[in-house]
């Protein structure tokens, strides 16, 4: 047994490490705080709140005020919850929930902005359409008519999308009466014209009825939180748009300034190197609020930089966005066994040099190997034998490639088909996040359709799940028991061994019943513009994962779709099981991304040159590459090792898939040896 014998010393300091906190809280002074990996950050961000309820509770709720901790993930957020305990004075939630319930009642305001937005982009769509090399071969009048024609036959358009481009020639001609017979030489072309005109269309009537003010539908913005895109000219946002609506909103009122501040004194923020800079302005602009109004106002951020792995978190230049900020670091760490402190401390190379916090803490084994991609499998089974690896002593496998996390945890069709559409090819960047996250904010377009639809038949399968969690509040109360007996039985009625299956039983009963609510509730779980229909459905698909596809191209991008529906239903629920972490196997693998914030007793890190597309990423920083050009990758390359290495509790083991010998000695300053595993 190790890690069990706490050093008195190093308890001393740590506790000090927290007065110090508290006492910039009681002092109003702005804190970041910075904790390496496995040092209690969540523990700390805890107790400065318990610090808050006791000592400056009463008088919170004798102003009527709270506390805001605003988390990067639900899982987060369901954690501080959880070990914190009930308080009324602390509001924990996600930052976009947070946000939202702070401005949504601002409507007036929001839909201002809100126009500005679609005016903006009705803007860029124009004078894109007026560059189309199509459009503007046109005279005058000729436009006029084509968008007339267009717009009057939009159910038509849409009916015939994916129809062979013969087939939609034929149908569009008949339409166009000939009138334009050089618009569909490539159809590919007429399609993302013709696209462009509905969406000016549709941003143009959105801010004529956002002028009018009569029509309800158009007085107010709504987010919906359990979508990734938006939908702008029916007034829903998705994340990062109310990110910034949030940020407009707050910057331009200094009324709104004055009510935040005075309402919550005390914001504190968890993982700031994830959060997007929108939340630190947001607060930059508070903190200025505050001084020049002589208000009590605390921002305290809880992270590490080290720990940075995401593009679009604010990472070290938070200082610059928010600076004279009191820095409080924490060296001590609850985690891991020297020997995997001593490797994580000479990655990150800073000024925190982590210490363990036990006296026991030298039971532990760090080796870094050597081989080819054919010794993978027997690397791992020659340390699930040396380590005992069972049910109650799991593996975790932190692999490169999002490829081999698909194949090891049996969705590699799955990700096959979804990674090769023409979206994903040119955004390789987004595969990680989009279709591999366990935050399902984060998934993708596609992906979070994919997950609402397979989360929606679970839970028509689980006898568990409430009514309301399957049926809207709003519908549910409307209803009675009958009503929704019947609603329930149309629902569990769609079958199907497969998603194209199960997608066509769905739109047969649409196109059938007369319940209207089965309707309501199908319409919103799939969220897309197009007709509720396999023809809709497809439309929608290959408009988000084929983008600007030429013409000869479309047969092949229908034919991967219909791969990816058809794929049997027991791959799609491996992937289900792998986004909720539903982890059932000995060994576990995961992609270097996803184990943020875990920690396994047992690791193997499969690495190489490579990462991506990225040819050189792991060889170049071993390699230390770090030219100016190349800064933030190098940083980034040294965050994603620190987070996949300090994951480990006690054995850590490294596989290196390419030759090391121009890095040799570079990595053995870091892992001590190199050795050549073989079998």
């Known amino acids: 047994m190790c ?6 010393e190093f308890l001393t300091s740590e506790k000090q490490v927290q007065l110090n906190i508290n006492d910039s809280i009681d002092n109003f002074e702005h804190l970041i705080f910075n904790a390496g990996a496995g040092a209690g950050k969540t523990h700390a961000l805890i107790e400065s709140l318990k610090h808050l309820i006791q000592k400056h509770g009463d008088r919170l709720k004798t102003h009527n005020q709270n506390i805001i901790c605003i988390t990067y993930t639900n899982v987060a957020t369901n954690e501080i919850k959880e070990r914190l305990g009930n308080s009324k004075l602390v509001k924990v939630s996600t930052i976009h929930e947070r946000l939202w319930e702070l401005i949504e009642s601002y409507q007036m305001q929001l839909v201002e902005i809100h126009k500005e937005n679609v005016e903006k982009l009705l803007t860029e769509k124009t004078n894109e359409l007026s560059k189309n090399s199509l459009f503007s071969d046109l005279n005058e009048d000729e436009q006029t008519d084509f968008k007339t024609i267009m717009i009057n036959n939009k159910d038509s358009f849409r009916t015939n999308y994916n129809k062979s481009a013969q087939d939609f020639r034929n149908s569009m001609q008949n339409i166009l009466s000939n009138s334009f017979p050089n618009l569909l030489n490539n159809i590919q072309n007429f399609k993302k014209l013709v696209s462009m005109i509905y969406k000016i269309e549709n941003f143009t009537e959105c801010i004529d009825k956002i ?41 331009r009122h200094n009324t709104l300034q004055q009510i935040l501040v005075n309402k919550y004194p005390y914001i504190l923020v968890d993982e700031y190197q994830d959060t997007h800079e929108n939340i630190v302005k947001i607060l930059k602009i508070l903190d200025d ?48 066994t020297y020997q995997v402190i001593e490797v994580i401390n000479k990655i990150r190379n ?12 030298s039971c532990g084994s760090v080796e870094f190997y050597t081989g080819s991609s054919d010794n993978i499998e027997n690397f791992i089974t020659q340390y699930k034998q040396e380590w005992n690896i069972n049910q109650t002593n799991k593996l975790h496998c932190l692999v490169l490639t999002n490829k081999l996390v698909a194949h090891y945890n ?15 090819k040119k955004n390789w960047k987004n595969v990680t996040t989009e279709l591999l996250n366990n935050d399902i904010s984060k998934l993708g377009t596609i992906p979070n359709l994919l997950y609402r639809v397979l989360k ?19 519908i549910y109360k409307k209803l009675n028991l009958e009503d929704v007996d019947k609603l329930l039985q149309l629902f569990k009625s769609i079958q199907g061994t497969n998603l194209q299956r199960y997608f066509i039983s769905m739109f047969k009963i649409y196109s059938k019943t007369e319940n209207e609510n089965y309707k309501k509730i199908i319409k919103k779980l799939l969220n897309i513009e197009q007709e509720i229909s396999c023809n809709g459905l497809n439309s929608y698909l290959i408009s988000e994962l084929y983008r600007d596809i030429e013409e000869g191209e479309e047969i ?13 239903f027991l791959e799609y629920k491996k992937w289900f099981d792998f986004i909720n972490k539903k982890e059932k196997e000995e060994v576990i693998y995961h992609t270097y991304h996803g184990t943020k914030g875990e920690e396994y007793e047992n690791v193997i890190i499969i690495m190489e040159n490579r990462f991506g597309l990225d040819k050189t990423k792991f060889s170049d920083f071993f390699a230390n590459s770090i030219e100016l050009s190349k800064k933030e990758r190098y940083i980034n390359t040294k965050n994603l090792l620190y987070v996949a290495c300090s994951r480990a509790i006690k054995n850590l083991r490294i596989l290196y898939l390419d030759d090391v010998s121009d890095f040799k000695n570079n990595i053995e300053n870091i892992f001590d040896e190199v050795q050549e595993f073989s079998i």
């Open 556 to 568: 092949q991008a229908k034919e991967n779709i219909r791969q990816l529906l058809i794929i049997n």
């Open 410 to 424: 049996g969705f590699e069709n799955f990700y096959t088909f979804l990674s090769e559409t023409n979206y994903y």
């Open 350 to 361: 800073d000024g925190i040099e982590q210490r363990s916090i036990y006296e026991d803490s």
């Open 3 to 8: 890690l069990r014998n706490l050093s008195q």
């Open 456 to 474: 929606f038949k679970n839970d028509l399968e689980n006898p568990k799940t409430t009514l309301t969690t399957i049926i809207s509040q709003d």
């Open 211 to 251: 002028v009018e003010g009569t029509d309800k539908k158009f007085k107010s913005v709504n987010y919906l939180s359990q979508y990734n895109d938006d939908i702008l000219h029916k007034m829903i946002i998705s994340h990062d748009t109310l990110l910034d609506y949030a940020f407009k909103i707050i910057e």
């Open 289 to 336: 609020y505050a001084r020049k109004n002589k208000n009590k106002f605390f921002v305290a951020y809880f992270g590490d930089t080290a720990q940075n792995i995401y593009d679009d978190g604010v990472g070290e230049y938070i200082e610059t966005l928010h600076p004279n900020l009191k820095q409080i670091n924490k060296i001590h760490n609850r985690r891991s």
